[in-house]
Nanobody, 125 residues
Framework: QLQVVESGGGLVQPGGSLRLSCVGS????????IGWFRQAPGSQREGIGC????????EYVDSVQGRFTISRDNAKNTVYLQMSRLKSEDTGDYYC??????????????????WGQGTQVTVSS
């Protein structure tokens, strides 16, 4: 079971920034491509971007392209999601997960059905 722990969420004003972290629990994160997913209130979870296992390739959906950046520090077994110029529509629960490194419209499908607790992001004035 590939467990991850997300952190870094919170309340931020529109236009602000946040950095989310994703840490692998009990496995080496650098063996996997990792995706970030978002679930807005009342909506299904959707992929917003992913990063290759080496960190050399990233993909993003159009709605976050240019505002969000995924990076990884394999020495720390951590993947980051840097979010800038946040909008109210970015509000939601954010999750990370190992993914299949096959881009579909800027995101990658999850490798399995295991999800962490997520971290909540609220963009509001």
């Amino acid at each position: 079971q590939l467990q991850v722990v997300e952190s870094g969420g919170g309340l931020v004003q529109p236009g602000g920034s946040l950095r989310l972290s994703c840490v692998g629990s009990g496995f080496a994160l650098d063996d996997y491509a990792i995706g970030w997913f978002r679930q807005a209130p009342g909506s299904q979870r959707e992929g917003i971007g992913c990063i290759s296992s080496s960190g050399g390739t990233t993909e993003y959906v159009d709605s976050v392209q240019g505002r969000f950046t995924i990076s990884r520090d394999n020495a720390k077994n951590t993947v980051y999601l840097q979010m800038s110029r946040l909008k109210s529509e970015d509000t939601g629960d954010y999750y990370c997960a190992p993914v299949i490194p096959r881009t579909q419209g800027g995101s990658c499908p999850p490798l399995g059905d295991d999800w962490g607790q997520g971290t909540q992001v609220t963009v509001s004035s």
